[in-house]
């Protein structure tokens, strides 16, 4: 399927979800209108990590939890197309009711998979320069082709990165958590060890943007 096809299909998927996604994601009806979107990556890396953490069956038992226009939609999602964050996200919290704890833990260890994935893929040429600093601040510039929003500013010294993601029109816990899985994972994989990330801010606590220090030592 073509990207433009892609975009078209999920254009008509913004009525099914403006209404419902306030109560699965916890965004206001602006967000929800704005209608971020993924590439499809995002959601692909999930289902891996799905499947090779719980099982083969795993990732139909967590779109078996959603109602049929997001499995619809998911089923038929592929690397490069571009997907609206609602379904996706969904999806982040039907693996967590099924697997997790409901402390959004696996949301974040999706996000840490998600990282390694990327490592041995799409930023594979990076990770050989063995530098968190080097590869966060290349990581974040290309945010673009994997999200239509948003936009990072770095800030690096020494064994810390200060992380601020400005107009990003996702406000949900789910992929914060992702988000803080993926700074984590990779940071320790460029060399990063007794790595730690706390989100200082978050729009979902009322911030004005989503901010995220990620440090470690060597």
Same mark, same amino acid.
Request: include cysteine; proline fraction near 2%.
């Given at each position: 399927?073509?990207?433009?096809?892609?975009?078209?299909?999920?254009? @008509?998927? #913004?009525? &099914?979800? =403006?209404?419902?996604?306030?109560?699965?994601?916890?965004?206001?009806?602006?967000?929800?209108?704005?209608?971020? *979107?993924?590439? @499809?990556? $995002? +959601?692909?890396?999930?289902?891996?990590?799905?499947?090779?953490? +719980?099982?083969?069956?795993?990732?139909?038992?967590?779109?078996?939890?959603?109602?049929?226009?997001?499995?619809?939609?998911? $089923? %038929?999602? *592929?690397?490069?197309?571009?997907?609206? $964050?609602?379904?996706? #996200?969904?999806?982040?919290?039907?693996?967590?009711?099924?697997?997790? *704890?409901?402390? &959004?833990? #696996?949301?974040?260890?999706? @996000?840490?998979?998600?990282?390694?994935?990327?490592? *041995?893929? =799409?930023?594979?040429?990076?990770?050989?320069?063995?530098?968190?600093?080097?590869?966060?601040?290349?990581?974040?510039?290309?945010?673009?082709?994997?999200?239509?929003?948003? !936009?990072?500013?770095?800030?690096?010294?020494?064994?810390?990165? /200060?992380?601020? #993601?400005?107009?990003?029109?996702? !406000?949900? !816990?789910?992929?914060?958590?992702?988000?803080?899985?993926?700074?984590?994972?990779?940071?320790? &994989?460029?060399? %990063? /060890?007794? =790595?730690? =990330?706390?989100?200082?801010?978050? $729009?979902?606590? @009322?911030?004005?943007?989503?901010?995220?220090?990620?440090?470690?030592?060597?």
């Amino acid at each position: 399927m073509s990207e433009t096809r892609t975009r078209q299909r999920t254009s @008509g998927y #913004l009525a &099914l979800c =403006v209404g419902t996604c306030a109560i699965a994601t916890g965004c206001d009806t602006l967000t929800c209108f704005r209608m971020a *979107n993924f590439k @499809g990556t $995002v +959601f692909e890396s999930t289902r891996m990590f799905a499947e090779q953490k +719980f099982g083969a069956d795993a990732p139909e038992r967590i779109l078996a939890e959603l109602d049929h226009s997001d499995r619809d939609l998911l $089923v %038929g999602v *592929n690397a490069l197309g571009w997907y609206p $964050v609602e379904p996706v #996200l969904r999806y982040h919290y039907a693996l967590d009711k099924l697997y997790g *704890n409901g402390d &959004l833990a #696996l949301c974040e260890a999706a @996000g840490r998979f998600s990282a390694g994935w990327a490592m *041995n893929s =799409v930023l594979k040429v990076f990770i050989r320069f063995r530098s968190p600093t080097w590869l966060i601040e290349r990581a974040t510039s290309v945010w673009g082709r994997f999200h239509d929003t948003g !936009r990072w500013e770095i800030a690096a010294s020494g064994e810390r990165i /200060q992380g601020d #993601l400005y107009d990003f029109a996702v !406000r949900d !816990r789910a992929f914060c958590a992702r988000l803080r899985g993926w700074l984590g994972g990779a940071t320790e &994989l460029t060399g %990063g /060890q007794h =790595v730690t =990330v706390f989100e200082t801010q978050c $729009v979902c606590r @009322g911030g004005d943007h989503c901010a995220f220090t990620t440090t470690w030592r060597k």
